[in-house]
């Protein structure tokens, strides 16, 4: 089992730039996938964007060119850099888990609390 603790959010003006990190309690298993999701109210829970076990990244359109999704494995963490923040990015963002032991093994998937950012006009 894997917690995932995330910290970041909050309340900012149109044009700032927020920081959210999502850290893992354990070491997670070599192959697995980190993703960012985020809902707002009213409308549907949203894929961010998603990094690999080896690097690759994704962005919803959405997003593409202000955020940036990164990791350290170091420290078991990834985190989403929020630049140019618009009110229609105001949402519960969700850090998201997947990973498998191995390649024949079953797929497992954790959540982290959610956390909350606010963008004001």
């Known amino acids: 089992q894997v917690q995932l603790v995330e910290s970041g959010g909050g309340l900012v003006q149109t044009g700032g730039s927020l920081r959210l990190s999502c850290a893992a309690s354990k070491t997670i298993f070599y192959i697995n996938v980190m993703n960012w999701y985020r809902q707002a109210p009213g409308k549907e829970r949203e894929l961010v964007a998603q990094?690999?076990?080896?690097?690759?990244?994704y962005s919803a359109e959405s997003v593409k060119g202000r955020f940036t999704i990164s990791r350290d494995n170091a420290v078991n963490t990834v985190y989403l850099q929020m630049n140019t923040l618009k009110p229609e990015d105001t949402a519960v963002y969700y850090c998201n888990l997947r990973q498998q032991r191995s390649v024949r093994a079953s797929w497992e998937d954790y959540w982290g609390q959610g956390i909350q950012v606010t963008v004001a006009q």
């Open positions: 990094i690999t076990s080896e690097g690759s990244t």
